[in-house]
């Protein structure tokens, strides 16, 4: 990626140098950055450049917008009144399971590959997976090759759409409103597709891509949740030509600490109509996103290679854009093994307007300490090194003085970071405990104290020297504690998993 953008910067001297003040497809340069005029973004991407631009064309003609291969011949048809899961259970790889219009309560578990969960609509309706505020997930995946589209998801308390280490997916025209804490939750996934959702009332992230890779999220709708669209611990993602207004933050690419995958990098963001998200935090206290100042527009915290191109931001208290680094973040122990640092994120050009305007104590400390006035429209806290800015002269900043101009004006050669179907992710057995933890066991228990479920001291003490009791009674949980809500089945996971995730949860110390 260096080595592009140092070509890059050599090409935009030269055209300087010329005086073509003209754009590569031969319009007129808007601004005076020189640079503008220069060479497109091709950083990010390394592994199988030509497969990349095959599936790039495609998408870009609008012929396929697919990774998960094409549909099998079997086709399931689930009725109202019917049960999805059974037909989940039924259904051989590479089945296609239509469901019907009507409502469903339950949570289907997908545990196979290449299975196609699409909702028929007609006349505008959809079928509904309502989890009547007991349930707590609508879809759970691991499977490779899942599609879930069309459907109407509501009530749940966990997940929308979850997928863990599923990989080649497709997660297409949902409405998921007003469900639990996250909305469609990709984990450890590779090579998938968010589109063209509708996201509402989501208590932490709407559109939450964890330790992923190859990941295009586009022509979603996030409005009134904490976060709109988070891009974690994950690398090689694009995120366009979304609508994320009235949340607390709107778009995120950060590093969360402590996650068995350490780094962020390769996020596009372009494109997005990102407006208004001052919502007041409704985050669970303590989460990492109950640490986002309401207000903030874009966010990147402690991820490298960030490009922000052609997004119209405005309206926000605390910033348009804020840029940040792990010490500086709320909520936050810093973890040695991910750098902490932000670094080479790179501003092209975007619409900003009215952001700043009611912005947090820290934001206007800064201000002041660099004598400067105004709103903010882009801010910077803390170290990072090579991040670059074109036509700077547009925004109020705060932070910036060691940003130089970008030697890119666009992100045009790089349409996708897709690729044809990727082979299934292989976990060590080894890790298989530890994520399984990580991803789903300490959204509800943590070491020292309550939270969702009993501290996991108190399960370590019930447990101690049986691991395999452990493991039985997630697979079937049964109501121990009056109060305390039921703990949702884990059955989805094979024993093996099962058995790690036990043995890993009476190991853990802190
Ligand atoms: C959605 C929240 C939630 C998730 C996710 C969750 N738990 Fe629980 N867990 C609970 C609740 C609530 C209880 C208390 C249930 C009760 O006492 O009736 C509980 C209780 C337990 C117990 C106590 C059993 C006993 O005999 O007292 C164990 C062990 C346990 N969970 C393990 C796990 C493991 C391992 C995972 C991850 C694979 C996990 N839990 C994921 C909510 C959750």
């Not at 999805?84 to 339950?106: C, D, F, L």
């Not at 545990?111 to 505008?124: F, N, S, T």
């Not at 990709?186 to 330790?211: F, T």
């Not at 988070?230 to 600490?257: C, K, M, Q, W």
């Amino acid at each position: 990626m260096t080595r592009t953008i140092v070509l890059a910067f050599v090409f935009a001297l030269a055209g300087f140098a010329a005086g073509h003040w003209y754009t590569k497809q031969g319009t007129p340069a808007r601004e005076a950055d020189a640079a503008r005029v220069a060479a497109s973004y091709e950083g990010g991407f390394r592994a199988d450049r030509e497969s990349a631009a095959a599936v790039g064309e495609r998408l870009a003609s609008g012929s396929i917008t697919a990774v998960a291969g094409t549909p099998g011949e079997h086709e399931i048809v689930v009725a109202d009144g019917e049960s999805i899961q059974e037909a989940v259970k039924r259904a051989a790889p590479g089945t296609v399971i239509r469901v019907r219009p009507g409502t469903y309560h339950e949570t289907v578990y997908i545990d196979k590959d290449a299975i196609r969960l699409v909702g028929v609509i007609e006349q505008g309706r959809r079928p509904v997976l309502d989890g009547h505020g007991k349930l707590n997930d609508a879809v759970l995946y691991s499977g490779n090759g899942i599609v879930v589209e069309n459907f109407t998801i509501t009530r749940y308390k966990g997940n929308g759409i979850m997928g863990q280490a599923g990989n080649n997916f497709e997660i297409r025209n949902n409405l998921i409103i007003d469900t639990g804490v996250y909305g469609i939750f990709p984990q450890l996934g590779k090579n998938g597709i968010v589109e063209h959702n509708v996201l509402s009332g989501i208590e932490d992230a709407a559109i939450y891509i964890g330790m992923s890779d190859n990941i295009h999220v586009a022509h979603n709708v996030v409005f009134e949740n904490v976060a709109g669209i988070e891009i974690e611990n994950s690398r090689h993602a694009i995120v366009e030509n979304n609508h994320v207004y009235d949340n607390t933050g709107g778009i995120l690419a950060f590093i969360t600490p402590g996650l068995p995958i350490k780094t962020t990098s390769d996020v596009i963001i372009r494109n997005n109509f990102v407006m208004r998200n001052n919502h007041p935090n409704f985050g669970a206290p303590g989460s990492i996103v109950a640490g986002i100042p309401a207000g903030t527009g874009i966010l990147v915290m402690a991820a490298d290679d960030v490009v922000i191109e052609d997004n119209i931001v405005s309206d926000h208290k605390t910033a348009g854009i804020l840029i940040v680094d792990h010490t500086n973040a709320a909520n936050l122990t810093v973890d040695p093994e991910s750098d902490p640092n932000p670094d080479r994120v790179a501003i092209l050009d975007n619409v900003m307007f009215r952001n700043g305007y009611d912005t947090i104590p820290e934001v206007k400390a800064l201000m002041l300490s660099g004598l400067q006035r105004g709103e903010p429209d882009i801010v910077r806290v803390g170290p990072g090194a090579g991040s670059c800015i074109l036509n700077r002269a547009r925004y109020v900043t705060v932070g910036l003085d060691d940003f130089g101009v970008c030697g890119f004006g666009n992100t045009d050669a790089t349409v996708t970071y897709l690729l044809p179907p990727v082979p299934p992710r292989v976990i060590e057995p080894g890790e298989r405990g530890k994520i399984a933890y990580l991803g789903i066991c300490s959204g509800c228990h943590i070491y020292g104290g309550r939270m969702v479920g009993p501290p996991v001291q108190a399960i370590q003490a019930l447990y101690m020297d049986d691991p395999q009791a452990l493991a039985d009674y997630i697979a079937n949980p049964v109501r121990k504690r009056d109060d305390y809500p039921e703990m949702p089945p884990q059955d989805y996971l094979d024993p093996e998993t099962r058995l790690a995730v036990a043995k890993y949860m009476l190991e853990v110390r802190n």
